[in-house]
C-alpha cells in the first residue's frame, strides 16, 4: 500500500483558502444597509421598508418649466430624510432650501411635490407641518398634476399657495405619506417645486 505524504503547509493554505471563501460567501448574503435611491436618470426616488432611519437624498431643482424657457438664477433643493415607518405609513424629514441667486433679486419657494406616488397614497391620512403645513393634489402650473404636494396656503389644490423660503432660506419639517396596506417599497417620481415672486431687474421680471 502506497502512502501520499501531503505537506502541512498544503493542508493549512487550502483551510485557509477555504475559510477565505466562506468568509466571502458570507459577505455577500449579508444584507447591506439600504438607502433612498434618486435616480436623476428617470427621477424616481425609491424607499423601501428596509431602508435605514436616517438615510436621506438631496434632489437639485433649477428654474426649468415645461412650458417656459428657464429661468436663469432659480435654484433650490429639497433633502428627505427617512424616519421609519408607522403601520403602513412612511415617514420623513424634509429641508428645502432657497438657493436662487444673481441675476434673481428675489423669488419664494412655496411648495414642492410629486406627480406619481406608487402605490397611490391616501391623502386623508398623509399630513405635512412645519414651513409646509398643508398637503394637497392637483393642479400644478406647467401644466401637470401632482398626486401629492406639500404647500403653504389653502389645501384645495396644488395650485394656489403663500409664504416659504425667500432666496438663501430654508424651511424644514415632517412629512408622512399614509398607504391603505403594506408596502415594502414606495416610488416618488417628478419631483417638482413651484417658484412665486419672483423679482429679477436684469430679466425684466
Known amino acids: 500500500m502506497r502512502v501520499t505524504h501531503v505537506p502541512l503547509e498544503t493542508i493549512i493554505m487550502k483551510r ?3 475559510t477565505a471563501i466562506a468568509a466571502a460567501a458570507l459577505a455577500v448574503s449579508a444584507p447591506a444597509p439600504a ?21 436621506s437624498a438631496t434632489i437639485n431643482f433649477n428654474g426649468f418649466s415645461p412650458n417656459n424657457p428657464p429661468i436663469a438664477g432659480l435654484s433650490s433643493s429639497l433633502t428627505l430624510t427617512f424616519q421609519g415607518m408607522s403601520g403602513n405609513n412612511y415617514l420623513f424629514n424634509y429641508l428645502l432650501t432657497n438657493t436662487s441667486g444673481s441675476p434673481i433679486d428675489a423669488a419664494r419657494v412655496t ?8 402605490p397611490n397614497p391616501i391623502l386623508a391620512n398623509s399630513s405635512v407641518n412645519g414651513a409646509f403645513g398643508t398637503i394637497s393634489s392637483g393642479n400644478f402650473p406647467g401644466g401637470a398634476d401632482l398626486e401629492l404636494c406639500a404647500k403653504v396656503g389653502q389645501n384645495n389644490n396644488c395650485a394656489g399657495s403663500q409664504g416659504g423660503p425667500g432666496v438663501g432660506q430654508s424651511g424644514s419639517g415632517a412629512l408622512t405619506i399614509a398607504f391603505g396596506s403594506l408596502n415594502t417599497q414606495i416610488v416618488l417620481g417628478g419631483l417638482a417645486v413651484r417658484y412665486q415672486g419672483i423679482d429679477s431687474a436684469a430679466l425684466g421680471i
Open 16 to 18: 485557509l483558502v477555504h
Open 35 to 55: 438607502a433612498i435611491i434618486f435616480d436623476i436618470n428617470t427621477g424616481l426616488l425609491t424607499v423601501d421598508s428596509n431602508t435605514t432611519v436616517g438615510q
Open 111 to 118: 411648495e414642492f411635490g410629486f406627480t406619481s406616488v406608487t
